[in-house]
């Protein structure tokens, strides 16, 4: 068995509580009776190397129970969950499942059968290799779903290595490339991964205080809520010790208030992307926006200001897309970098960048000036067509409490004037008192739909 290490590691952490869900604890002796009880259900349905299979829910005992019997039974595994229901039908034809799993708040399962046959050329060569895959949705710049497909022993093989053993929150979902690293991250070292039964502040805070969480991977939208909220001044986070934060880049403002409010945790910064994985990295320091690629087994190098990267934990492909690898492996992250010696600093999506009068403007450079500005809860910054520009600038912007709009445009283009150069100040400003972040608490920039014929 290509991923019988894993299994053998878990027998040897059988008395330890492996996961915390709904606040009940389940031990990795428990965990496998589960997953013994799935190999004799899965093998009774016709399930075995090769089926494509969805798996909706989070982080329970029953869908990680699921979800290891599936991987040692060699099965092509797609993760999703009830954030994603109404795009499941669409994720059941494009992988070419042939059974789904759905699993309630209760962990109660509902089975269904597809029956269809496997053509993609890409899911037949893994099951040439008798390895298990792992099928994660990515949305490309065009909003439709794209089908990674992963050979999830690769995946797994950087969790030989042990690591130290300590408490995780899931935070990032079971469908997320990140949510599958804390997964097994924590598993693989006889770790605890918590779940908390909420995603607001309130909630979080809640349950790293009562289970004392060691390990917070988090998105930078996410860390913002928490500052704004105060929980952590109603709840005692101390046992805090990682603060980890990915997905997006970080703003400065959030940054320096994560340190001092935090003073004794580490603050690291993560990297990784559906197509690659999450790939080991090392912060200059706890409060810096600069890392470097500390991992073996892949390599780096930047083209025009963009990150490259060439490891054999990459995806095999899209099962419904171009890839995005030249001739020699090397993936194009599309992500826009600046470099200093061995260290990068993330700016954001090459797709985000404005074009103002032939001047590059990467949103989150005017963000993280704009977030340090009196009375500013969140901001969003995007481009929109000018005939003479060809893009100017907008600012979109929550504000901790009411204030006049004219009196914020003035004070924010003064403001900005200070401190960036002349076309990076926003054209055009508007107050919002709407979330600026989607489900999964990464910040959307983009125009507000036209209104539709009829409205006001």
Same mark, same amino acid.
């Given at each position: 068995?290509?991923?019988?290490?894993?299994?053998?590691?878990?027998? #040897?952490?059988?008395?330890?509580?492996?996961?915390?869900?709904?606040?009940?604890?389940?031990?990795?002796?428990?965990?496998?009776? =589960?997953?013994?009880?799935?190999?004799?259900?899965?093998?009774?349905?016709?399930?075995?190397? /090769?089926?494509?299979?969805?798996?909706?829910?989070?982080?329970?005992?029953?869908?990680?129970?699921?979800?290891?019997?599936?991987?040692?039974?060699?099965?092509?595994?797609?993760?999703?969950?009830?954030?994603?229901?109404?795009?499941?039908?669409?994720?059941?034809?494009?992988?070419?499942?042939?059974? *789904?799993?759905?699993?309630?708040?209760?962990?109660?399962?509902?089975? #269904?059968?597809?029956?269809?046959?496997?053509?993609?050329?890409?899911?037949?060569?893994?099951?040439?290799?008798?390895?298990?895959?792992?099928?994660?949705?990515?949305?490309?710049?065009?909003?439709?779903?794209?089908?990674?497909? =992963?050979?999830?022993?690769?995946?797994?093989?950087?969790?030989? @290595?042990?690591?130290?053993?300590?408490?995780?929150?899931?935070?990032?979902?079971?469908?997320?490339?990140?949510?599958?690293?804390?997964?097994?991250?924590?598993?693989?070292?006889?770790? *605890?991964?918590?779940? #908390?039964?909420?995603?607001?502040?309130?909630?979080?805070?809640?349950?790293?205080?009562? =289970?004392?969480?060691? %390990?917070?991977?988090?998105?930078?939208?996410?860390?913002?809520?928490?500052?704004?909220?105060?929980?952590?001044?109603?709840?005692?986070?101390?046992?805090?010790?990682?603060?980890?934060?990915?997905?997006?880049?970080?703003?400065?403002?959030?940054?320096? @208030?994560?340190?001092?409010?935090?003073?004794?945790?580490?603050?690291?910064? %993560?990297?990784?992307?559906?197509?690659?994985?999450?790939?080991?990295?090392?912060?200059?320091? *706890?409060?810096?926006?600069?890392?470097?690629?500390?991992?073996?087994?892949?390599?780096?190098?930047?083209?025009? /200001?963009?990150?490259?990267?060439?490891?054999?934990?990459?995806?095999?492909?899209?099962?419904?897309?171009?890839?995005?690898?030249?001739?020699?492996?090397?993936?194009?992250?599309?992500?826009?970098?600046?470099?200093?010696?061995?260290?990068? =600093?993330?700016?954001?999506?090459?797709?985000?960048?404005?074009?103002?009068?032939?001047?590059?403007?990467?949103?989150?450079?005017?963000?993280?000036?704009?977030?340090?500005?009196?009375?500013?809860?969140?901001?969003?910054?995007?481009?929109?067509?000018?005939?003479?520009?060809?893009?100017?600038?907008?600012?979109?912007?929550?504000?901790?409490?009411?204030?006049?709009?004219?009196?914020?445009?003035? @004070?924010?283009?003064?403001?900005? @004037?200070?401190?960036?150069?002349?076309?990076?100040?926003?054209?055009?400003?508007?107050?919002?008192?709407?979330?600026?972040? /989607?489900?999964?608490?990464?910040?959307?920039?983009?125009?507000?739909?036209?209104?539709?014929?009829?409205?006001?």
């Amino acid at each position: 068995m290509t991923v019988s290490w894993l299994f053998e590691r878990f027998d #040897s952490y059988a008395t330890e509580p492996a996961l915390v869900y709904r606040d009940k604890s389940a031990t990795f002796g428990e965990l496998m009776t =589960h997953v013994a009880a799935w190999d004799t259900r899965l093998s009774e349905s016709g399930i075995g190397a /090769g089926s494509v299979v969805v798996v909706d829910g989070g982080f329970s005992p029953g869908t990680v129970s699921l979800l290891l019997s599936l991987i040692r039974a060699g099965a092509v595994i797609v993760p999703s969950t009830p954030l994603v229901r109404t795009l499941r039908d669409k994720y059941v034809e494009i992988s070419e499942a042939s059974f *789904t799993f759905e699993f309630d708040e209760k962990d109660d399962v509902t089975f #269904s059968r597809h029956e269809r046959p496997v053509t993609h050329a890409l899911t037949k060569k893994l099951i040439q290799r008798e390895h298990p895959g792992l099928v994660i949705f990515s949305s490309g710049s065009t909003g439709e779903p794209k089908a990674v497909l =992963h050979d999830f022993v690769s995946l797994l093989d950087k969790f030989r @290595r042990p690591g130290i053993r300590k408490t995780t929150l899931s935070f990032l979902l079971f469908d997320h490339i990140g949510g599958m690293d804390s997964l097994f991250n924590s598993l693989s070292n006889g770790g *605890t991964l918590v779940t #908390s039964e909420g995603r607001d502040a309130e909630s979080v805070a809640r349950t790293i205080a009562t =289970h004392k969480v060691h %390990t917070l991977p988090a998105s930078p939208t996410f860390l913002n809520l928490l500052m704004l909220s105060e929980a952590w001044k109603r709840h005692d986070l101390s046992c805090l010790k990682v603060i980890a934060y990915g997905t997006e880049p970080m703003p400065a403002s959030t940054l320096e @208030r994560l340190q001092r409010t935090f003073p004794e945790a580490k603050l690291v910064q %993560t990297y990784g992307i559906s197509e690659l994985g999450v790939l080991r990295t090392r912060s200059r320091g *706890t409060g810096s926006l600069w890392m470097k690629f500390s991992g073996e087994g892949f390599e780096t190098k930047i083209v025009d /200001g963009i990150l490259w990267i060439r490891t054999p934990t990459a995806m095999l492909g899209y099962l419904n897309a171009p890839d995005l690898f030249d001739e020699d492996g090397w993936l194009n992250t599309q992500d826009a970098v600046e470099v200093d010696g061995e260290y990068v =600093h993330i700016l954001g999506r090459a797709t985000e960048l404005v074009n103002v009068g032939g001047q590059k403007v990467y949103p989150t450079e005017v963000e993280n000036v704009i977030m340090t500005m009196d009375n500013v809860r969140d901001v969003a910054v995007f481009g929109e067509p000018n005939p003479l520009l060809g893009q100017t600038l907008v600012a979109r912007v929550n504000l901790v409490n009411d204030e006049p709009l004219d009196a914020f445009k003035n @004070r924010l283009r003064a403001f900005c @004037r200070e401190r960036l150069p002349r076309y990076q100040v926003p054209v055009r400003v508007e107050i919002t008192t709407e979330d600026q972040f /989607g489900q999964r608490l990464k910040k959307m920039r983009r125009p507000k739909p036209p209104p539709a014929k009829g409205d006001a």
